[in-house]
C-alpha cells in the first residue's frame, strides 16, 4: 500500500524574543518577517502542500480565527486546542485524529513548526520525500539542519551510519539540550552534529504504538479524544481529557527514548533554515539596503544616517530616523516602540517578563 | 526720571537639532522641555514680568496664535512680523515701537532670547537689575554667562575692567563667534571670557541712535513701521517696508561695532543657563531617573534596562522600552521616532536638512 503523508503544522508559542511584533494575541507565526508577502504560517503551508496528502494545522482556541483567515483550509483541518498541553499532546492528537480518519490508510504524518523560514524549497522537498521514504522503515524520522555555526540556540542531533537500505537517512545517536559554546565548537569540529529544527515525519501507527508504550495515560486521553472529535461528543470529551493530559514536549516523550533505543533515523537537510528566534537572526535573514540598513516593512519610512548593520522594523506608518546607532534594532509598532541593539536582542524576553506583569495587552 | 524696563522677547527659530518634537510650525520656545509645565516661552515671561513695567514678543505670522494662547498677553504686546528679517528688524522694532508708545518715559530694553532654560531666578533678576543700572550710563548692556566648559556651540564675550560708577558691570573688549575647541579652551583658561546668550539691555534712545548711525536704512524702515503700527496704515506700511529691511543679527549690527568704539558693558551672570540647543544639553538639563535615564514626558511609558545616560521622549502614549542601549536618544512622537545617541545628538539638523525636502510636515 502506498502511504498517505499528512503535514502536522503545530501553531504555538509566542515568539517573546519578537516583541513588541510578536504578542500572545497575534505570535509570531502569524507575521510576515521576510517581507516576501507571506507570513510565517502561510510560507509553511505554501512548502508542505505540494508534498502532502493533506495539511493539519493544530493551534491555540485564541488564534484558531486568524490562523483559519491566513489559510485556506478545510475546517475540520484545524484543530483547536482548548490550552497549551505541549508538542506531545498537540502532534499526537493529530496522529491519533489521522489514524482514526483514514484507517484504511497507511498514515504518515510530518510535524513541521509553524514559525520556520526555509528558501530554498526544492532541498526542503527532497529531504521531506527522503524522511517520508525513511518512516517506511517505521523509525521515527528527524531532519537534521546542516549546522553552520556553533549556535548555542540550537539543540544538537547526533548522526550516525546511514540506514543499511540506502534510503538516505542515517541512523542517530542522540539529541542534546541547547549546548554552552564550547560544546557547541566541539559538536561543529566532530562533523557529526546537525541542528535539531524539531521535524518529525513518522507513520501514525508507529508513533502511537510508542506513545502507548512511553506515555500511556497519554496516549489513552489522546485516543479517547480523537474517537470523539468528529462527533457531538467532541466538547464534552474535550473538556473533560485536555486538561489532564500530560505535558511534555515530543522530544522527551518519544525522540529521546526512541533515540536510546535505536529507533529515530535523521535526513541531513541542505537547505537554509531558521527559527527566527529573536531580532538578531531575523536581522542576518533580510537584505541588507541602502547603508547596509535591513528594513522589514516600508522602507520609505526608514531614513538611516551612519547605522550600519541596524534593522529597522516599521508597523505605524511613522517616520523612522536613525542616527549613528550602528546595529540598533528599532521595533515601531502602534503601542510600543522597542529599541535595543542586535547583540542585546535576546534579552527581549527580560522585556516582556517584566510588562506582562499588568501590560494593558502590550505583551 | 525713573527709567522704565520693558522685556522684549523674540520667538523665532526653529529648534531643528531639538527634532523631531521641535518643528517649524511648533518651535522649541513653544514646548516643556524641563518637565515643569511651563513652556520656555511661558518660563521666560514668568522671570521677566516681575521685573519689568511690560512684556513685548515678537514672533512670527505662524506662532501668534500659539504665543497668545500660553502668554497672558495684551494683543498690543505681541509683535507679528510678517517674516523673518533676523533680531536686528525684530528686536528694532520693538525699541521703535516702545520709544512712540512712551515718548514721557526713559524706556529701558532687555532682549531674551524665548527658548532659554534659567532656574536660578533670584540671580537672573539681580543680573538684570544690574544691567538696567547700567544702561542708564547709556552702554549697551550684555549678561555674560559664567563659562563652565570650554564650548564650542556659544560665542564668547571678553570682559575687562569694571565700569568707573560701580554699578557692577564691566566693559567689553569684544565679541567672538563660536571659536574651535582649542581655542574654547584658551578663553576658559583666561577667566575673561563669557558665555554670549544674546542678552542685551539698552536703553530704546540709545540703540535706536546707534542703529540710525551704523544701519540708517533699517532704521529708517523700522521708524516708519512703528509710526504706523498703532494706526489703520500698519498692514500697508507693513507690506511695503518690512520685506525690505535689513536683514541682520543684533550682534553684527550694534553689539561688534560699539564694543569696538568701546561702548558696551557686561554684567557677570552667575546663573546656570542653557539653550537647550540639541538632545544632548536637554539630557544634561533633565534629573536622572531610574537605571540613570532621563525621561521628558510620562515616565510611566518608558522602561529602559542597562541603557545608563540615556534621554527619552515620550510623545504618543505608546510605551517605550529601551534595552541595553547606554546614552541612546529616543524621540517619540505622533508621526515621526527619532533613535541616535548623545554624542551624535547635533547631528540631528542634517536629518532635518535630509527631510524637508519633501517632508509632509515633518519638519
Chains 1, 2 share one sequence.
Do not use: C
Not at 509566542?14 to 516576501?36: E, I, N
Not at 508513533?207 to 489513552?220: S, V
Not at 519610512?301 to 547605522?307: F, G, P, R, T, Y
Request: net charge negative; hydrophobic share 45%.
Amino acid at each position: 500500500m502506498q502511504p498517505s503523508f499528512y503535514a502536522v503544522v503545530p501553531a504555538g508559542g509566542a515568539g517573546t524574543r519578537l516583541w513588541p511584533l510578536s504578542r500572545q494575541d497575534h505570535p509570531k507565526f502569524l507575521h510576515d518577517l521576510t517581507g516576501t508577502g507571506r507570513t510565517l504560517i502561510q510560507a509553511t503551508a505554501d512548502r508542505l502542500l505540494p508534498l502532502s496528502d493533506g495539511l493539519v494545522v493544530v493551534t491555540g482556541d485564541k488564534h484558531a480565527d486568524a490562523v483559519a483567515a491566513q489559510l485556506d483550509l478545510d475546517v475540520s483541518d484545524l484543530l483547536t486546542e482548548p490550552s497549551p498541553r505541549d508538542s506531545m499532546a498537540a502532534i499526537g492528537l493529530a496522529a491519533a485524529l489521522l489514524a482514526h480518519r483514514h484507517p484504511d490508510q497507511d498514515v504518515i504524518l510530518g510535524s513541521f513548526a509553524a514559525d520556520h523560514v526555509i528558501t530554498d524549497t526544492d532541498a526542503f522537498a527532497r529531504a521531506v520525500r527522503t524522511a517520508v521514504a525513511a518512516a517506511t522503515e517505521d523509525y521515527v524520522v528527524t531532519i537534521g539542519i546542516r549546522a553552520t555555526a556553533p549556535s548555542t540556540a540550537f539543540g544538537y542531533i547526533r548522526m550516525g551510519d546511514p540506514l543499511a537500505s540506502g534510503v538516505g537517512a542515517h541512523h542517530v545517536h542522540g539529541f542534546t539540550e541547547k549546548p554552552d559554546a564550547a560544546t557547541a565548537e566541539e559538536y561543529l569540529a566532530t562533523g557529526a552534529y546537525r541542528w535539531n529544527a524539531g521535524m518529525f515525519v513518522v507513520r501514525a501507527r508507529v508513533l502511537l504504538d510508542h506513545l502507548a508504550r512511553l506515555q500511556p495515560t497519554l496516549a489513552a486521553g489522546l485516543e479517547r479524544i480523537a474517537a470523539a472529535w468528529d462527533t457531538s461528543e467532541r466538547t464534552a470529551v474535550l473538556d473533560r481529557e485536555w486538561p489532564a493530559l500530560t505535558k511534555i514536549a515530543i522530544d522527551h516523550a518519544i525522540a529521546e527514548p526512541v533515540a536510546a533505543a535505536g529507533g529515530v533515523a535523521v535526513v541531513p537537510g541542505e537547505f537554509d533554515w531558521d527559527d527566527v528566534g529573536d531580532w538578531q537572526s531575523l536581522g542576518d535573514l533580510l537584505p541588507a539596503g541602502l547603508g547596509d540598513v535591513r528594513v522589514l516593512g516600508e522602507e520609505s519610512d526608514v531614513l538611516a544616517l551612519d547605522s550600519p548593520g541596524a534593522l529597522a522594523v516599521t508597523g505605524s506608518g511613522r517616520r523612522l530616523v536613525l542616527l549613528g546607532v550602528p546595529d540598533a534594532v528599532v521595533v515601531d509598532t502602534a503601542d510600543a516602540v522597542l529599541v535595543t541593539t542586535r547583540d542585546q536582542a535576546q534579552r527581549v524576553k527580560e522585556i516582556v517578563a517584566r510588562l506582562s506583569d499588568d501590560d494593558g495587552g502590550l505583551t
